[in-house]
Protein backbone atom coordinates (compact mmCIF):
# COMPACT_ATOMS: atom_id res chain seq x y z
CA UNK A 1 0.00 0.00 0.00
CA UNK A 2 1.86 3.31 -1.18
CA UNK A 3 1.72 6.62 1.70
CA UNK A 4 -1.36 8.65 0.03
CA UNK A 5 -3.19 5.27 0.27
CA UNK A 6 -2.76 4.45 3.71
CA UNK A 7 -2.55 8.39 4.78
CA UNK A 8 -6.28 8.17 2.99
CA UNK A 9 -7.44 5.41 4.92
CA UNK A 10 -6.49 7.14 8.28
CA UNK A 11 -8.18 10.46 7.32
CA UNK A 12 -11.30 8.19 6.12
CA UNK A 13 -11.64 5.99 9.57
CA UNK A 14 -11.10 9.26 10.97
CA UNK A 15 -14.18 10.98 9.12
CA UNK A 16 -16.18 7.98 10.04
CA UNK A 17 -15.50 8.27 13.22
CA UNK A 18 -16.44 12.08 13.81
CA UNK A 19 -19.42 11.46 11.58
CA UNK A 20 -20.90 8.84 13.52
CA UNK A 21 -19.95 11.14 16.51
CA UNK A 22 -22.23 13.65 14.93
CA UNK A 23 -24.97 11.43 14.69
CA UNK A 24 -24.97 10.35 17.95
CA UNK A 25 -25.14 13.73 19.26
CA UNK A 26 -27.73 14.62 16.77
CA UNK A 27 -30.08 11.70 18.10
CA UNK A 28 -29.27 11.63 21.86
CA UNK A 29 -29.64 15.83 22.72
CA UNK A 30 -33.71 14.97 21.24
CA UNK A 31 -35.03 17.42 23.40
CA UNK A 32 -33.53 20.04 21.64
CA UNK A 33 -34.64 22.18 18.85
CA UNK A 34 -33.53 20.71 15.02
CA UNK A 35 -31.09 23.80 14.59
CA UNK A 36 -29.91 23.11 18.11
CA UNK A 37 -29.10 19.52 17.45
CA UNK A 38 -27.22 20.30 14.50
CA UNK A 39 -24.97 22.49 15.51
CA UNK A 40 -24.21 20.81 18.62
CA UNK A 41 -23.29 17.52 16.41
CA UNK A 42 -21.65 19.78 13.75
CA UNK A 43 -19.49 21.26 16.67
CA UNK A 44 -18.97 17.91 18.27
CA UNK A 45 -17.59 16.48 14.68
CA UNK A 46 -14.95 19.49 14.30
CA UNK A 47 -13.84 19.33 17.76
CA UNK A 48 -12.75 15.45 17.14
CA UNK A 49 -10.96 16.55 13.82
CA UNK A 50 -9.56 19.59 15.42
CA UNK A 51 -7.84 17.16 18.31
CA UNK A 52 -6.63 14.78 15.67
CA UNK A 53 -4.98 17.32 13.70
CA UNK A 54 -3.56 18.27 16.39
CA UNK A 55 -2.23 14.59 17.26
CA UNK A 56 -0.97 14.16 13.91
CA UNK A 57 0.41 17.82 13.30
CA UNK A 58 -1.64 18.97 10.29
CA UNK A 59 -4.28 21.38 10.53
CA UNK A 60 -5.11 20.21 6.59
CA UNK A 61 -6.82 16.82 7.72
CA UNK A 62 -9.77 19.29 8.08
CA UNK A 63 -9.74 19.75 4.27
CA UNK A 64 -12.83 17.53 3.55
CA UNK A 65 -14.90 18.66 6.32
CA UNK A 66 -16.27 21.55 3.86
CA UNK A 67 -17.89 18.82 1.81
CA UNK A 68 -18.43 16.35 3.52
CA UNK A 69 -20.67 17.87 5.82
CA UNK A 70 -23.19 19.12 3.92
CA UNK A 71 -25.10 15.97 2.66
CA UNK A 72 -24.93 13.80 5.75
CA UNK A 73 -26.49 16.76 7.86
CA UNK A 74 -29.10 16.72 5.07
CA UNK A 75 -29.62 12.86 5.39
CA UNK A 76 -30.09 13.04 9.06
CA UNK A 77 -32.70 16.24 8.34
CA UNK A 78 -34.80 14.20 6.06
CA UNK A 79 -35.06 11.11 8.44
CA UNK A 80 -35.57 13.77 11.45
CA UNK A 81 -38.66 14.78 9.62
CA UNK A 82 -39.47 11.34 8.78
CA UNK A 83 -40.17 12.61 5.17
CA UNK A 84 -41.34 10.77 1.72
CA UNK A 85 -38.88 11.10 -0.65
CA UNK A 86 -40.28 13.75 -3.83
CA UNK A 87 -38.75 15.20 -6.62
CA UNK A 88 -38.02 18.45 -5.22
CA UNK A 89 -36.36 16.94 -1.89
CA UNK A 90 -34.61 14.19 -4.02
CA UNK A 91 -32.94 17.12 -6.36
CA UNK A 92 -32.32 19.11 -3.70
CA UNK A 93 -30.11 16.13 -2.18
CA UNK A 94 -28.89 14.95 -5.50
CA UNK A 95 -27.44 18.32 -6.67
CA UNK A 96 -25.61 19.09 -2.81
CA UNK A 97 -24.30 15.26 -2.83
CA UNK A 98 -23.18 15.68 -6.36
CA UNK A 99 -21.56 19.20 -5.56
CA UNK A 100 -19.76 17.37 -2.33
CA UNK A 101 -18.96 14.27 -4.37
CA UNK A 102 -17.10 16.56 -6.82
CA UNK A 103 -15.08 18.44 -4.30
CA UNK A 104 -14.16 15.66 -2.08
CA UNK A 105 -12.72 13.86 -5.14
CA UNK A 106 -10.95 16.48 -6.12
CA UNK A 107 -9.47 16.87 -2.76
CA UNK A 108 -8.41 13.54 -3.12
CA UNK A 109 -6.84 13.61 -6.31
CA UNK A 110 -4.71 16.99 -5.50
CA UNK A 111 -3.81 15.43 -1.95
CA UNK A 112 -0.34 14.08 -1.50
CA UNK A 113 -0.61 12.91 2.33
CA UNK A 114 -0.70 13.79 5.83
CA UNK A 115 2.81 15.03 5.46
CA UNK A 116 1.05 17.83 2.67
CA UNK A 117 -0.17 21.20 4.69
CA UNK A 118 -1.89 23.67 3.21
CA UNK A 119 0.60 26.84 2.69
CA UNK A 120 -2.07 29.09 4.28
CA UNK A 121 -1.95 27.53 7.14
CA UNK A 122 1.90 27.33 7.37
CA UNK A 123 1.35 31.64 7.10
CA UNK A 124 -1.24 31.27 10.17
CA UNK A 125 1.41 29.17 12.15
CA UNK A 126 4.13 31.22 11.34
CA UNK A 127 2.60 34.93 12.50
CA UNK A 128 2.12 33.45 15.71
CA UNK A 129 3.60 29.86 16.61
CA UNK A 130 2.80 29.98 20.24
CA UNK A 131 -0.98 30.27 19.83
CA UNK A 132 -1.13 28.21 16.83
CA UNK A 133 -3.62 25.79 18.87
CA UNK A 134 -6.26 28.73 18.73
CA UNK A 135 -5.47 30.28 15.58
CA UNK A 136 -5.78 26.69 14.06
CA UNK A 137 -9.11 26.33 16.08
CA UNK A 138 -10.60 29.84 15.24
CA UNK A 139 -9.47 30.09 11.66
CA UNK A 140 -9.01 26.76 10.39
CA UNK A 141 -11.89 25.19 11.85
CA UNK A 142 -14.04 27.01 13.37
CA UNK A 143 -14.81 29.81 10.90
CA UNK A 144 -15.29 28.00 7.77
CA UNK A 145 -17.93 24.96 10.26
CA UNK A 146 -19.66 28.29 10.98
CA UNK A 147 -20.26 29.80 7.27
CA UNK A 148 -20.85 26.14 5.66
CA UNK A 149 -23.51 25.23 8.75
CA UNK A 150 -25.31 28.90 7.72
CA UNK A 151 -25.35 27.17 4.09
CA UNK A 152 -26.97 23.64 5.86
CA UNK A 153 -29.78 25.74 7.12
CA UNK A 154 -30.92 27.08 3.82
CA UNK A 155 -31.11 23.45 2.29
CA UNK A 156 -32.84 21.83 5.52
CA UNK A 157 -35.31 24.32 5.37
CA UNK A 158 -36.52 23.55 2.24
CA UNK A 159 -37.81 20.07 4.45
CA UNK A 160 -40.49 22.68 5.63
CA UNK A 161 -42.27 22.88 2.77
CA UNK A 162 -44.65 21.04 0.93
CA UNK A 163 -42.35 21.09 -2.06
CA UNK A 164 -43.08 21.08 -5.66
CA UNK A 165 -41.37 21.71 -8.86
CA UNK A 166 -41.62 25.18 -10.47
CA UNK A 167 -39.81 27.70 -12.68
CA UNK A 168 -37.33 28.88 -10.17
CA UNK A 169 -36.74 25.98 -7.93
CA UNK A 170 -35.35 24.30 -11.44
CA UNK A 171 -33.31 27.61 -11.80
CA UNK A 172 -31.61 27.10 -9.13
CA UNK A 173 -30.95 23.15 -9.17
CA UNK A 174 -29.35 23.77 -12.60
CA UNK A 175 -27.32 26.83 -11.30
CA UNK A 176 -26.02 24.29 -8.36
CA UNK A 177 -25.70 21.71 -11.10
CA UNK A 178 -23.67 24.00 -13.75
CA UNK A 179 -21.38 25.73 -11.09
CA UNK A 180 -19.91 21.97 -9.79
CA UNK A 181 -19.09 21.69 -13.69
CA UNK A 182 -17.43 24.59 -13.74
CA UNK A 183 -15.60 23.50 -10.55
CA UNK A 184 -14.34 20.57 -12.29
CA UNK A 185 -13.52 21.99 -15.55
CA UNK A 186 -11.71 25.00 -14.05
CA UNK A 187 -9.61 22.35 -11.52
CA UNK A 188 -8.73 20.03 -14.31
CA UNK A 189 -7.82 23.00 -16.67
CA UNK A 190 -5.38 24.21 -13.86
CA UNK A 191 -4.04 20.64 -12.90
CA UNK A 192 -3.33 20.13 -16.87
CA UNK A 193 -1.83 23.95 -16.74
CA UNK A 194 0.69 22.83 -13.42
CA UNK A 195 1.62 19.81 -15.24
CA UNK A 196 2.27 21.63 -18.17
CA UNK A 197 4.43 24.00 -16.46
CA UNK A 198 6.33 22.17 -13.90
CA UNK A 199 10.05 24.05 -14.14
CA UNK A 200 8.12 27.56 -15.28
CA UNK A 201 6.47 29.76 -12.86
CA UNK A 202 3.74 30.76 -15.01
CA UNK A 203 0.19 32.17 -14.55
CA UNK A 204 -2.44 30.13 -16.17
CA UNK A 205 -4.44 32.61 -18.99
CA UNK A 206 -6.23 29.98 -20.58
CA UNK A 207 -9.72 28.09 -21.00
CA UNK A 208 -11.80 29.27 -17.86
CA UNK A 209 -9.22 30.71 -16.66
CA UNK A 210 -8.88 33.02 -19.06
CA UNK A 211 -12.73 35.03 -18.26
CA UNK A 212 -11.91 34.93 -14.55
CA UNK A 213 -8.86 34.82 -12.45
CA UNK A 214 -10.62 32.42 -9.84
CA UNK A 215 -13.16 30.31 -12.03
CA UNK A 216 -13.24 27.16 -8.95
CA UNK A 217 -14.39 30.23 -6.36
CA UNK A 218 -16.74 31.31 -8.64
CA UNK A 219 -18.48 27.67 -9.01
CA UNK A 220 -18.27 27.38 -5.41
CA UNK A 221 -19.74 30.78 -4.62
CA UNK A 222 -22.96 30.04 -7.54
CA UNK A 223 -23.74 25.90 -5.83
CA UNK A 224 -24.34 28.07 -2.35
CA UNK A 225 -26.36 30.91 -4.35
CA UNK A 226 -28.10 28.26 -6.38
CA UNK A 227 -29.30 26.20 -3.20
CA UNK A 228 -30.86 29.10 -2.03
CA UNK A 229 -32.70 29.67 -5.50
CA UNK A 230 -34.24 26.36 -4.78
CA UNK A 231 -34.96 27.65 -1.49
CA UNK A 232 -36.68 30.45 -2.21
CA UNK A 233 -38.52 28.56 -5.42
CA UNK A 234 -40.17 26.30 -2.73
CA UNK A 235 -40.68 29.35 -0.12
CA UNK A 236 -41.89 31.31 -2.37
CA UNK A 237 -40.28 34.19 -0.85
CA UNK A 238 -36.83 36.40 -0.15
CA UNK A 239 -35.93 36.18 4.08
CA UNK A 240 -32.79 36.87 5.55
CA UNK A 241 -31.88 33.04 4.41
CA UNK A 242 -30.45 35.30 1.71
CA UNK A 243 -27.51 35.68 4.13
CA UNK A 244 -25.92 32.81 3.76
CA UNK A 245 -24.94 32.91 0.12
CA UNK A 246 -23.40 36.40 0.65
CA UNK A 247 -21.73 35.31 3.55
CA UNK A 248 -19.69 32.80 1.47
CA UNK A 249 -19.45 35.45 -1.22
CA UNK A 250 -17.63 37.66 1.03
CA UNK A 251 -15.82 34.97 2.71
CA UNK A 252 -14.23 34.37 -1.14
CA UNK A 253 -13.97 38.18 -2.39
CA UNK A 254 -12.50 39.84 1.12
CA UNK A 255 -10.09 36.51 2.69
CA UNK A 256 -9.60 33.76 0.52
CA UNK A 257 -8.71 35.63 -3.19
CA UNK A 258 -6.87 38.36 -1.78
CA UNK A 259 -4.86 35.79 0.24
CA UNK A 260 -4.08 33.64 -3.01
CA UNK A 261 -3.53 36.92 -4.87
CA UNK A 262 -0.71 38.33 -2.71
CA UNK A 263 1.06 35.22 -2.31
CA UNK A 264 0.84 34.87 -6.04
CA UNK A 265 2.00 38.10 -6.36
CA UNK A 266 5.10 37.58 -4.60
CA UNK A 267 6.77 34.84 -6.96
CA UNK A 268 4.99 36.20 -10.15
CA UNK A 269 4.44 39.87 -10.34
CA UNK A 270 3.75 39.68 -14.03
CA UNK A 271 0.19 38.64 -12.27
CA UNK A 272 -0.27 42.18 -11.78
CA UNK A 273 -1.17 42.21 -16.07
CA UNK A 274 -3.15 39.23 -15.40
CA UNK A 275 -5.48 41.00 -12.59
CA UNK A 276 -6.22 44.14 -14.27
CA UNK A 277 -6.87 42.07 -17.48
CA UNK A 278 -9.41 39.77 -15.99
CA UNK A 279 -12.41 40.17 -13.68
CA UNK A 280 -11.76 38.68 -10.30
CA UNK A 281 -14.47 35.76 -9.73
CA UNK A 282 -17.64 36.61 -12.13
CA UNK A 283 -16.67 35.40 -16.16
CA UNK A 284 -16.69 38.39 -17.90
CA UNK A 285 -14.89 40.38 -21.28
CA UNK A 286 -11.27 40.54 -20.64
CA UNK A 287 -9.14 44.11 -21.02
CA UNK A 288 -6.74 42.59 -23.85
CA UNK A 289 -7.59 45.70 -26.35
CA UNK A 290 -7.11 48.25 -23.24
CA UNK A 291 -3.26 49.97 -22.14
CA UNK A 292 -3.36 49.08 -18.57
CA UNK A 293 -1.55 50.85 -15.52
CA UNK A 294 0.86 48.66 -15.45
CA UNK A 295 2.30 48.60 -18.97
CA UNK A 296 2.00 52.48 -18.59
CA UNK A 297 4.11 52.50 -15.42
CA UNK A 298 6.19 50.07 -17.51
Same mark, same amino acid.
Given at each position: ?5 ? *? ?19 ? +??? !? #? ?5 ? #??? *? ?19 ? !? ?12 ? +? ?9 ? $? ?28 ? *????? %? ?34 ? #? ?7 ? +?? %????? %?? +? ?8 ? *?????? #? ?20 ? $? ?33 ? %? ?37 ? !? ?9
Amino acid at each position: MSKKNR *DLLIVGLLYIIAMVLAGVIFF +VFE !D #FSLITRL #FLA *DIAAMLFIYIMSLLLKNASLY !DPYWSVIPPIFIIF +VFYYHNLTLNL $PYFLMMLAISFWALRLTLNWVKGWHGLNEV *DWRYL %MIRDKAPKLYFLTNFLAIQLFPTLIVFIQILVGIHI #FEFVATINL +VF %MIGFM %MV +VIATIIQYIS *DEQMRK #FRKNNQKDKKCIDEGLWRYTRH $PNYFGEVMVWWGLYVMYAGIAKQLDLYILAPIAMS %MLFIFISIPMMEKKILKTRPEYKLYQEQVSMIIPFFRKD !DEVSSYQKES
